[in-house]
């Protein structure tokens, strides 16, 4: 039994809609600046890609916008928007539809808040909704919540690839007949002090402060780290008889899903790229593809200088001498963490509708260690059939979504 | 959150309330918390029965007033505070005192 995509929700910097940011990306805008949402003037790294609106509108509740996180409030709005995308409306969904929303964090930013009152007022000022405001899987009982989706309601945690993972657990979940729709993907705002500081105490980010458009260059020999951004990316799946009962416009097919765990090292990618490579490989085998089918890699690559080395080996590793085109829309959006794999998700299924690939910016100085095609700089028309999308996370877990076009 | 209905209750002017003074601020209060028109807040309007509110927008308006008018509002009172004039009360005599 297929499982079908019948709806996409994208909330980044570029705004809401899949195709506003899809055609941002295809335009070769960026979506990173200096940070606005906190002083950033004593930190390493000082860009971000960061949602400046969330333009709710009559989408949430009045007072939920005051109430609960930004992690948890961009998740809604991008469920809204692939729910109504697939003709659902704003459900009830009923007792067969899941909400599988991951986060890499959390509600950092009201655990900062309410830390900063703990420490100036003590612990009888603490929000009474300083809890539900935090905890990771708000995010998708609020989805669930708003729209009526009363099956498994659950938030994967496997940092930068959360909604590659929850987009993947659906799959079988939907595979099995345990479920006939889901709510499925991720969603992160961690661009706040506390985030900022902990990346940057990694050296994890770009401190290309002065020129926050070439910052993030994932593959290019210049770069330096990435670039921290936010956002939500929900698809809406459904086994595919479900999706022709009710006459559903098809955009692809989820075709295989791919997890490993490189049992490594808490942030380095193993040095070989074999869990990456058995990642990639899992999912084509679990789509029962091979790898020449593959026309178009969104890659995780986040502009890390080891990282995106090994990926580049992990593909030729699995691809061989030639790999089908590679592109990094993390080069524009930055790195949502964990709404990246859902959001590229989207971008890989909008890439085989439009035959269009979206390309990696700011490619000046080739890498010769990093042997691919990367699409580089400007957007590039191409027919794909299959296209896959990476997503690794601190940890060492790893995971591939395998998408077709209908 | 899908309790209570989209869209209807607009967020309350700074500084709103029914009149000046302690009571208009006290209103101020209760309506940026409950998210409701100030103008609506009559003393006989009860938070849970009619603002649809339940125990955490209780606890935080509780705590939004002990903030505002830096009082303290002990556990036990929490079951006497069920009305806009309940929180009107209550607190006129704290302050006054």
Known sequence: MDVVVTGLGVLTPFGRGAERTFDALVAGRTAIGPITRFDASGHRSRIAAEVTDLEAGNDLPPGDERTFDRFQLMAVLAALDAARDAGLGDGPLGDRAAAIVGTGIGGLETIERNHATLAAKGPRRISPYFIPAAIPNLAAALVSMRLGARAICVSPASACASGAHSIGEALWALRVGRIDLALAGGTEAAVTPLGVAGFGAMRGLSERNDEPARASRPFDRGRDGFVIGEGAGILVLERADHAARRGARVRAILAGYGASADAYHITQPDPEAAGMARSMALALEDAGLAPADVGYVNAHATSTPLGDRLEAKAIRDVFGAKPPPVSSTKSALGHLLGAAGAVEAAIAILALERGMLPPTLNQEDPDPQIELDVVPNEARPHAARFAISNAFGFGGTNATLVFARP | ?97
């Open chain 2, 1 to 97: 959150m899908s309790q209570r209905k989209h869209g209807e209750a607009a967020r309350p002017a700074a500084g709103g309330g029914n009149g000046n003074g302690l009571e208009g601020r006290i209103v101020a209060v209760i309506a940026r918390v409950m998210n409701a028109q100030p103008a609506s807040l009559g003393r006989e309007i009860r938070f849970v029965e009619d603002l649809n509110a339940d125990s955490l927008r209780v606890m935080e308006l509780v705590l939004e007033l002990q903030e505002e008018f830096s009082i303290e509002i002990p556990d036990e009172a929490l079951d006497k505070l069920r009305s806009v004039g309940d929180a009107i009360g209550f607190v006129q005599e704290r302050v006054a005192g």
